[in-house]
T-cell receptor, first 113, second 117 residues
């Protein structure tokens, strides 16, 4: 069964460093998402992406965050200057144009020290 | 803004018994979708079941079923014949159906389900 894949599974970074989290959505999906889950808390929506542009973003998704689809398969989340409070699990997700279910990857656990 | 409320931080059930997890939501939309996702210790988000708001019939998936009460804005999950593998965090989620296809999910805070052997 096709699935959303994410890399890395776990990354440790110094505060202030830039981080890029990578995702390969399911191949025929057209809507892409990033979510964040701080340890012990609920999953929070960050951003949605469609037709090579951001469709919707939450107030969490401030200027230090950016997303990109650099080629036909990858979908990336960049955090420009990481802060301690960015430590979280980051989930990539995708959805086909004809369906309403959002499929999640296994997550990338980011630890900022 | 839409909100999703799960009032049970933790539930415990004996193996083979039935358990119901509660979820309420608040929205002014008439077209939307509701989901239950399971998050085991591996932290992967796994879809359990989905309900379209326009459908009156409650969704079922094997041992999992929902009780969707649109007027009450309630969407509970029933797990029958509970198994040890059902132990996980369960999140209720809402997605708007209109106003653009890229709308993301709004999640509740989750219910930690413990299965007693």
């Amino acid at each position: 069964e096709p699935e959303v894949t994410q890399t890395p599974s776990h990354q440790v970074t110094q505060m202030g460093q830039e981080v890029i989290l990578r995702c390969v959505p399911i191949s025929n999906h057209l809507y892409f998402y990033w979510y964040r889950q701080i340890l012990g808390q609920k999953v929070e929506f960050l951003v949605s992406f469609y037709n090579n542009e951001i469709s919707e973003k939450s107030e969490i998704f401030d200027d230090q965050f950016s997303v990109e689809r650099p080629d036909g398969s990858n979908f990336t989340l960049k955090i420009r200057s990481t802060k301690l409070e960015d430590s979280a699990m980051y989930f990539c997700a995708s959805r086909p144009s004809s369906g309403n279910t959002i499929y999640f990857g296994e997550g990338s656990w980011l630890t900022v020290v | 803004a839409q909100t999703v409320t799960q009032s049970q931080p933790e539930m415990s059930v004996q193996e083979a018994e039935t358990v119901t997890l509660s979820c309420t939501y608040d929205t002014s939309e008439s077209d939307y979708y509701l989901f239950w996702y399971k998050q085991p210790p591996s932290r992967q988000m796994i879809l359990v079941i989905r309900q379209e708001a326009y459908k009156q019939q409650n969704a079922t998936e094997n041992r999992f079923s929902v009780n969707f009460q649109k007027a009450a804005k309630s969407f509970s999950l029933k797990i029958s014949d509970s198994q040890l593998g059902d132990a996980a965090m369960y999140f209720c989620a809402y997605r708007r159906g209109s106003g653009g296809g890229a709308d993301g999910l709004t999640f509740g805070k989750g219910t930690h389900l413990i299965i007693q052997p």
